[in-house]
Nanobody, 126 residues
Framework: EVHVVESGGGSVQSGGSLRLSCEVSGYTRKKACVGWFRQAPGREREEVTSREEVASIDSHDTTTVADSMKGRFTISRDDAKNTLYLQTNSLKPEDTGMYYC??????????????WGQGTQVTVSS
């Protein structure tokens, strides 16, 4: 059974940083996408496909970061630890939301991810 567990969220002031971690267990890395997504406050009950893609690593290990987060967020992975990371710097209040990790998608498309975590909350105050 595959488990996806995020951690590292918290409350910070504008301009602060957080390092989110996502440990994936029971899963053998395949040539597939892994990624981070976020959902704005009040939208937690909406469908998975409404989540905003933050960053991803595709089957060729190419990283992609959403335009609004480029230069501030960095995605990385440590295969020895089965862990995906999201380093978030220069956080803004609009970055507030629930951050989700997802694994195993043939393409880096939200609807194709097979495994999702429960999310970790990030709150940025001005």
């Amino acid at each position: 059974e595959v488990h996806v567990v995020e951690s590292g969220g918290g409350s910070v002031q504008s301009g602060g940083s957080l390092r989110l971690s996502c440990e994936v267990s029971g899963y053998t890395r395949k040539k597939a996408c892994v990624g981070w997504f976020r959902q704005a406050p009040g939208r937690e009950r909406e469908e998975v496909t409404s989540r905003e893609e933050v960053a991803s690593i595709d089957s060729h290990d190419t990283t992609t970061v959403a335009d609004s987060m480029k230069g501030r967020f960095t995605i990385s992975r440590d295969d020895a630890k089965n862990t995906l990371y999201l380093q978030t710097n220069s956080l803004k209040p609009e970055d507030t939301g629930m951050y989700y990790c997802a694994a195993d998608a043939p393409r880096c498309v939200t609807s194709e991810y097979k495994y999702w975590g429960q999310g970790t909350q990030v709150t940025v105050s001005s």
